[in-house]
């Protein structure tokens, strides 16, 4: 902040730690003719007012948390800029990126500053890097039936994962069940792997323009057709006769392409609802969900032990 808010906020702070301390001084002091214990003349509903001093107990208590408020704005920041004199923080500020956390960890250290997220990160680097590279050398598929393992990947999972496919893993509108084995971009241990490590991007174009709105109707009759679904058949026949637009990446029988992360559409499994309505859109607008690289957050070590978990979640 600039030394403007930097000055206004210490003298505020410190003219109101000074302003209690003389506020509590003035409450210890007698400054009338009265003696103490006396009655100060006043009365109400047979209430007579004493002049009684402050119990020693709660003077000795403010004044213990006057002088630890004090003592805290000069160990830690809290005062403007004032860093205090342990140089303590949170968490390295203003950072909007991986590179940049990194940097300015490196950054901290060399100052020395002492930044608490940083110093419990490289604990946790010693305690648990080595659990974590002794499942390094192991299959995933060996990792899925480990249950220690598998504990650990659960760990990861709901710290990581749960915000979007759920704490149960059964995903939401949007976000895969990642609980029924149906996996766009394939569902071998390396195929799992892959996308949690690299990440993926979905692109679904949008048909609007290209089939019109009775395009859109006769291929969304069509799609649910596959499924089994009651459908005007006319309107199906006619989606099947323009099938080749979509049989570029979903394929001829419709059941999919893991290479495109074209979903199978056969198996009554829509990411963003199965509902006719939900599929229109769909063909209508488009998709292009996003499923996030961890790479560069996890590790490969701890994405090997989640890819492990997620493979069986499957089984």
């Known amino acids: 902040m600039s030394s403007f808010w930097s000055w206004w906020i210490i003298v505020l702070t410190l003219g109101s730690l000074v302003a209690i301390g003389l506020l509590l001084w003035w409450n210890m002091k007698n400054f009338t003719d009265v003696e103490e214990g006396e009655s100060m003349g006043h009365e109400f509903d047979g209430i007579i007012e004493l002049n009684n ?12 948390c006057l002088a630890w408020g004090l003592l805290y704005l000069i160990l830690y920041p809290g005062l403007g800029n004032f860093p205090g004199l342990f140089k303590w923080q949170s968490a390295n500020q203003f ?3 991986l590179d940049e956390s990194r940097q300015a960890a490196i950054d901290s250290r060399e100052a020395g500053l002492n930044i608490q997220y940083d110093a419990e990160r490289r604990r946790a680097d010693e305690v648990y890097g080595p659990i974590f590279q002794q499942y390094a050398s192991m299959a995933i598929e060996e990792i899925a039936q480990d249950r220690d393992a598998l504990r650990i990947g659960q760990r990861l999972f709901l710290q990581n994962c ?22 766009n971009w394939g569902a071998s241990a390396q195929q799992i792997h892959t996308t949690i490590m690299d990440g993926r991007q979905a692109a679904m174009p949008a048909f609007g323009e290209q089939l019109g709105e009775r395009g859109i109707e006769e291929m969304t009759a069509y799609v649910l057709s596959l499924n089994g679904r009651i459908v005007d058949r006319e309107l199906a026949r006619a989606g099947e006769q323009n099938w080749m637009v979509c049989a570029a990446c979903h394929g001829q029988d419709a059941k999919g392409n893991p290479a495109l992360g074209a979903p ?18 769909t063909l209508r607008y488009g998709r292009n969900g996003v499923m996030p690289a961890w790479k560069d957050i996890l590790g490969e070590d701890k994405v090997k032990i989640l890819s492990g978990y997620v493979l069986s979640l499957a089984e």
């Open 53 to 64: 001093p402050l119990p020693t107990w709660w003077t000795v208590l403010f004044w213990i």
């Open 95 to 97: 950072v909007l990126s």
């Open 162 to 183: 749960a915000q979007c496919h759920g704490s149960d893993a059964r995903g939401a509108q949007g976000f895969p069940n990642l609980t029924d084995g149906v996996f």
């Open 264 to 281: 199978n559409l056969t198996d009554n499994v829509f990411i963003y609802g199965a509902t006719e309505r939900a599929i229109a859109e």
